[in-house]
């Protein structure tokens, strides 16, 4: 689903959506920041670095922005993180945050070359309402998952 489809997101989640910095640390632990519809040439180059055509950003904190306990959400995304390894996909550490401070940030992963259609299934598994989706061109854009 895209962003101007029809969704049960409220306006200003997607707002927050929309303006967070998604931090990515590279292999070397140099880290980057993502926006949505924002080129990425630090994302660009770690693609290329890899052959990767294309790259998501997600987690499994909080399902449907509804709060979890710590213990839950670290539960949660270590079983994601453990799905996509375990398919051999490469998985680099993000965090997803607000920069106005509304929303706590949250833990995520960004895996290169994971099929957009596994994306969409494992997102919707896991109660996530939206993650980003970028492909060879290096722009992040926000994809609705409900």
Known sequence: MSI???????????RIYRASDYRVTDEEGR??????DEPS????????RYGARGAVFVSAYDP???PRTEAENQAAQAR???EIV???YRVFAGVGED????CPGEPCLLVLDWPREKVLALGQAYGQNALL???TDAVPRLILTR
């Open 41 to 48: 040439s630090m994302l660009g180059a770690l693609m290329a």
């Open 86 to 88: 375990a398919q051999g």
């Open 133 to 135: 989706w970028a492909g």
């Open 31 to 36: 880290e980057f920041v993502m926006h949505v």
């Open 80 to 82: 994601l993180e453990q």
């Open 64 to 66: 449907a922005s509804e």
């Open 4 to 14: 101007t489809e029809s969704t049960t997101i409220s306006p200003e989640l997607l």
């Open 99 to 102: 920069p106005d401070g509304g």
